[in-house]
């Protein structure tokens, strides 16, 4: 054969065939499995042959064999092939992923804060994708996420063991909460030595294990003078806020009116807001969702 013709208008069909030729060495065996005849196999072969303008087998009537040439093709065509059956795999992944529902469920407070700003960006990036937002105490969303009741989490210092990935998407210093009131509502900052003087109010660690530990941990061995936890929604609450007491919380944190947020000084931690998936059972189209949430917390200076 003479003149190379230009390989842009060989036909994967062609190339299967001939991979599968090449493996058998037997037209008989190569179209049965590819459920065709033996004269359509024969002229796809010499097409294939005619069009990158070589010999790729050598036959006789005992045997067929590859040329050099055809075992280079065969050598490099497999890898193509499975590099193509692979594309058309995550293809249809990410199609039937457009098509489903991310399952989110976010700590207290995040709903309110940074759930809604996530959820317009995947919703931006993903329009065919359903989100479906659930919110719950720390710990319950974490629980819920390991044990396959959510696709992906959102909690600030979740508690995480071996079975679930984390990624920070948010680092926020720790702030001093009180009541407007409150002697130190009208300082720049106040210090851990100060605070810890006062009656510290907490939630309750089975609700947000990480950032309760994170709160108690700051003032080391200075421990504060007095600690009452309640739940954040309980009229205790308000009334341990009204009488003077403190809480920490991020920076960003939603608060009314009613409250003040001062800087701590010396403050030795941050609160950090994590992505939570399961490593087993990871949601789909992971990497893309982890670049649109990184690209958002850039953004919005999370980071």
């Not at 060495?25 to 005619?50: D, K, M, T, V, Y």
């Not at 609160?271 to 969702?289: G, Q």
Request: glycine fraction near 4%; aromatic fraction near 6%; charge should be negative.
């Amino acid at each position: 054969m003479t003149g190379a013709r230009n390989p842009s208008f060989v036909e994967l069909r062609e190339l299967r065939y001939f991979v599968v030729l090449a493996r058998e060495l037997h037209f008989g065996r190569a179209a049965e499995l590819l459920h065709i005849s033996q004269p359509p196999l024969s002229q796809a072969i010499a097409n294939l042959e005619r069009k990158v303008g070589t010999k790729l087998l050598e036959r006789t009537s005992r045997q067929v064999r590859l040329t050099p040439a055809g075992a280079v093709l065969r050598d490099r065509v497999e890898h193509v092939l499975i590099d193509v059956d692979d594309a058309v795999v995550a293809t249809r992944a990410a199609a039937a992923a457009e098509e489903a529902t991310l399952r989110i469920v976010a700590g207290f407070p995040l709903r309110a804060t940074m759930l809604p700003q996530i959820a317009s960006a995947l919703g931006t990036q993903f329009p065919e994708l359903a989100l479906d937002m659930t919110e719950e105490s720390a710990n319950d969303a974490v629980d819920r996420v390991r044990h396959g009741e959510a696709d992906l989490g959102l909690a600030v210092c979740p508690a995480v063991d071996g079975r679930l990935a984390t990624k920070t998407v948010r680092r926020e210093p720790a702030v001093a909460l009180v009541h407007r009131q409150n002697l130190f509502a009208s300082r720049d900052s106040v210090t851990i030595d100060e605070l810890a003087e006062h009656r510290l109010l907490l939630w309750p660690r089975e609700r947000s294990a990480g950032s309760h530990d994170l709160v108690v941990s700051l003032f080391g061995p200075a421990a504060p003078a007095s600690l009452a936890v309640h739940d954040r929604l309980d009229a205790a609450w308000w009334r341990e806020l009204v009488a003077g007491a403190f809480t920490v919380v991020p920076t960003g944190a939603q608060m009314t009116p009613e409250y003040v947020t001062v800087p701590i000084a010396d403050s030795p931690s941050d609160f950090v807001t994590d992505l939570v998936w399961s490593e087993h059972a990871p949601p789909p189209l992971l990497a893309a969702l982890l670049d649109t949430i990184d690209e958002l917390a850039q953004a919005e200076g999370w980071l």
